[in-house]
Each structure stands twice: as C-alpha cells, then as structure tokens.
C-alpha cells in the first residue's frame, strides 16, 4: 500500500506545507481549492486504528486455517485450482503481515512512523510484491477457468500440478522482481504539489499493473465464461456452473468493487487536489486503504458460500486441531472413547 494511509493511525503534525515558490500557493491550485496552511485533520480518529486491529485479529486466523484447508484439498485431488487458492491466500497472508500489522500499525500507530527511511523503503519492496501477487495469481486462476470451460481438451492435457506450481512460482518472482522500482515510491504524505516524473511514473504503475490490466483480463475472460455458459443453455445442455468457476466470478467481483475507490483516490490526489491539504480527500484515503485491505478476508466467507467440499475440510482442521487439547486435558489413565463404535455393542459400552 506504500504506506500512505498510515499517517492516518494519529494525528498528523501541524507544519507549514512546501511551496513551489516558497511564499504561498500557485495561481492555478489556489483558483480550484482555497488555501489551508497546515495539513489535513484526521477525521477518522483512532476508527483505522480499530479496524486494522480487528481487520488483522480476525483475518490471520482466518487466513491460516484457509490454507490449511486448501493445502489439504490441493494433496488429496491435485486440482490446479486448488493450488491457485492457496497461492492466493498466501499472498493475501503476506499483505496482513507486512501491510496491516507492520505498516499501518506497527509503524504508522505504534511508532508514529519514526522509521528509518531505508525501512520505510524496503518495505515499500515487500508491500507492492505481495500486490502484485495477490492479483496476479487471480489471473492466473482465471485463465486456467477459462481454458477449462472454453477448452476442456486442451486443459486436460496441458494441466498438471507441476506445471501449476512451476506457472505460481514464476508469478512469484516476477511480483518480487516488480515491486523493486518501487523502494523509490513517495507516499502521498510527502507529495510536493506538483509530484516529479519518478512519482506519477510509480503511481501509475501501481494502477495499471494491480487494477485497470488485472481487471480488463477479469473483464474479457469472464465474459468469455458467462457467453459459454450461455451457449450451452440455448443448446439444450445445462449451463451448470461449478465450484470454482463461482469462486472465480466472486473473488474476481469483489477484488475489483473493493479496490475501485483506492485507484480513484490515488488518481484524484495527482491531478485535482493532494490528501495532505483537503480533509475530504483524506477521509476518502482512509476508507479507500480499509476497503482494499478487507479484500484479504473476505474470500475465506465465499469459500464456505459455494463450496460445500471446503466446508467439510474446514470441519475436519478444526477437529483434528481440537482433539489433541482434548485428549491432553483428559486426566492420566483415562481411555478416550472412539467416535464410532463397532455394531452390535450396548450404548455406552467400551472397547
């Protein structure tokens, strides 16, 4: 996230802003928006603070045992879909560390960002590489959907789990290689009025290669999807949609209704008015970074929405998780009884 929505955690310091020429606002800026010698409040308060902690006590869990989940449903059927999501969800497990805990509350409430800059800037590297993943592994989702509804026989000859994970492990690097450019990226907090080349450079790319590519992709290839299935309805056959393919149309739905505002924000604080001077357009950043962040903890609900198998699954982890505790509590000498008991024997008789 670059960290510019962790000025938010506390209130910002009061100082005068830079000028272009020293002495007060441009003509041009001063004719849009009136002048306001100090930064924008906080109107958010400790609200961000509140919902980060809450965003990452409920989502890490969360998150953990999705993947617990779906590794063992990626073992046992060794679908490739199967080791998309938990690709996926490893990333969005990344983005909750680094992000959520590290940057918005460890360095922006707790330390009041007094970081070293070269921290700052590295993790800068760590934050728009687990973007980068995170999205790009949706892609990579997608067009395995895709090929396998639009091309079944192609799909069944050309997938393969070593050829999935060799096809993750290549996004992944690539993710890490992108998100270097970005040690130089200058959060919002410390624009001058007019960002240099380097700046609008870096913001752009950061909505072209995490927003308006990944959703033009999301945008043909599901169309492709839904006209397929749409063909196969007026054929006579049924357009029975599967598990994964609803899976796809929910994350790829709520990924782009959740980091929508944030793209606008970003675009709107370049060239009409920055964040650190209108307290409207501060607000707007603050709801706009928590949107984008629940999109780490919301799909482990859509999981359990659709798919009846990954609730089963879920079951099964808490369960194996709960009995250890359960028989480690038991007192010394006590024998647990089985769950299912040999037919033919009395209610309550033991084995």
């Known amino acids: 996230m670059g960290l510019e929505g962790r000025e938010t955690a506390g209130q910002p310091r009061v100082t005068l802003l ?52 779906l590794g063992r449903l990626a073992t046992r059927t060794r679908k490739p879909s199967y080791y998309y999501l938990l690709a996926l969800t490893a990333s969005d497990i990344i983005i909750q560390v680094v992000i959520v805990f590290a940057g918005f509350l460890l ?78 990226w200058l959060d919002v907090w410390r624009d001058a009025d007019s960002p240099s080349t380097l700046d609008e450079v870096l913001k752009w790319a950061h909505c072209l290669t995490v927003y308006f590519i990944p959703c033009g992709v999301f945008l043909v290839t599901n169309s492709a999807i839904i006209h397929r299935l749409r063909r196969r309805g007026q054929s006579g056959l049924q357009p029975r949609v599967g598990k994964s393919t609803a899976i796809l149309l929910g994350i790829t739905t709520l990924f782009t209704l959740l980091w929508a505002p944030r793209v606008f924000v970003m675009l709107y604080h370049m060239y009409v008015a920055p964040v650190h001077r209108d307290w409207r357009v501060h607000l707007a950043l603050d709801v706009a970074n928590m949107m984008a962040m629940l999109n780490t903890a919301v799909n482990f609900g859509l999981y359990c929405f659709v798919s009846k198998t ?26 647990a009884k089985p769950v299912i008991e040999p037919p033919g024997l009395p209610r309550g008789a033991e084995v």
């Open 310 to 335: 990954f609730r089963a699954t879920v079951r099964q982890v808490i369960h194996d998780a709960y009995l250890p505790c359960t028989l480690a509590s038991q007192p010394e000498g006590m024998v």
């Open 18 to 69: 830079p000028t272009p020429n020293g002495s007060g606002l441009s003509q041009e800026f001063e004719s849009h928006w009136p002048e306001i010698p100090e930064r924008s409040p906080c109107v958010a308060g400790v609200i961000p603070v509140i919902y980060y902690s809450v965003l990452l006590g409920l989502g890490l869990p969360v998150s953990l045992l999705t993947a617990v989940a």
């Open 107 to 184: 360095q922006g409430a707790l330390l009041a960002r007094q970081v070293p800059q070269v921290v700052v800037r590295m993790a800068n590297i760590l934050e728009f590489a687990a973007n980068h993943a995170s999205v790009w592994i949706a892609i990579l989702l997608t067009v395995d959907r895709y090929t396998a509804l639009c091309h079944p026989l192609h799909h069944r000859a050309a997938s393969s789990p070593g050829r999935t994970r060799r096809a993750i492990a290549a996004v992944l690097s690539a993710a890490l290689l992108t998100g270097i450019p970005f040690y130089w």
